[in-house]
């Protein structure tokens, strides 16, 4: 189990009827903001960016385009906790054209690589005063609150998760997947939204647009091995107010076309079930590539 430090430094207007520095309270407007108070609705947020690499003494160089959704379903529990079910999907896309790819050439090792897109049917997860998931085997423990700011009739949040994990692969079998015995991530949401809408109590869902980054350890089929470096996510989101109908016509007819299941939270049932992700779905579906002669 490993416990993350958290941010407990929200600005807050003076007099403002909201007590965000209290956990309990951050996490009940928290859970308005991200999905919704309302354990039947479930929420769509879209993203949608590119991905750079990061190489030392070099400057960021692009290397793909990227959009997907998740979408989640909030179910508040007896003692204040929330469990969030919650499903994500993304495809990669070739950096000029906005095309989805399967194939891709990297420049960075000048070798055409298969593209291993997004899908992770489970990504669940507790938030409390102390947010709890697990992530590639491993229990993740980050304190809330998340971190709040005002300016005006506009509000701020951001959240963080800064993590580093043990490698799910070995260089032994996977010699050319194998990025180094530690999987970095780190994760940053930012979240603007009207300060109106969080003050109205009637609104089980707050709408908001910002940004999710990403800075983390190469994925395996980008067959980067240890070169010395990382990927950087740099993404637009926006929770979508009309559900499926917002989704951009590319994205939605190949998901509806591939992977309709990723139109739906999961069910109350996959609660306790292990989380996917890129790293464990990777080594599910996929054998090492053998290295070159």
Not at 97 to 125: A, C, R, S
Not at 181 to 195: A, C, G, H, I, N
């Amino acid at each position: 189990m490993m416990t993350l430090k958290g941010f407990n430094d929200s600005r807050l207007p003076k007099d403002f009827p909201l007590n965000l520095n209290d956990p309990q309270t951050n996490l009940t407007e928290f859970t308005r903001l991200m999905g919704s108070a309302n354990p039947e609705e479930e929420t769509i947020g879209y993203y949608g960016g590119h991905l750079f690499a990061s190489l030392p003494g070099k400057k960021l160089i692009p290397l793909l385009g990227l959009e997907g959704i998740g979408v989640s379903r909030m179910e508040t529990q007896p003692d204040g906790n929330v469990h969030v079910f919650h499903r994500e999907i993304g495809y990669y896309s070739d950096i000029r054209t906005g095309e989805y790819i399967d194939w891709w050439h990297n420049p960075l090792i000048d070798d055409k690589v298969e593209v291993y897109h997004i899908k992770n049917m489970q990504v669940n997860n507790k938030m409390a005063a102390m947010n709890e998931f697990e992530m590639d085997n491993t229990v993740i423990k980050v304190p809330f609150p998340s971190m709040w700011d005002f300016m005006g009739a506009t509000g701020v949040n951001n959240f963080e998760l800064h993590m580093e994990l043990p490698s799910l692969l070995t260089k032994e079998k996977w010699p050319r997947e194998y990025a180094g015995p530690m999987t970095k991530v780190s994760e940053m949401f930012l979240r603007q939204f009207d300060t109106a809408d969080l003050l109205n109590p009637k609104l089980d869902s707050i709408p908001n647009m910002g940004s999710w980054s990403r800075i983390a350890t190469w994925f395996p089929w980008m067959l980067m091995g240890e070169m010395p470096g990382e990927i950087v996510f740099r993404t637009h989101s926006l929770k979508l107010r009309n559900g499926i109908d917002d989704i951009p016509a590319q994205l939605r007819a190949k998901i509806e076309k591939e992977d309709p299941e990723h139109f739906q939270a999961p069910p109350s049932s996959s609660w306790g079930k292990q989380n996917e992700s890129s790293f464990t779905n990777y080594l599910r579906d996929r054998k090492p590539v053998p290295v070159k002669k």
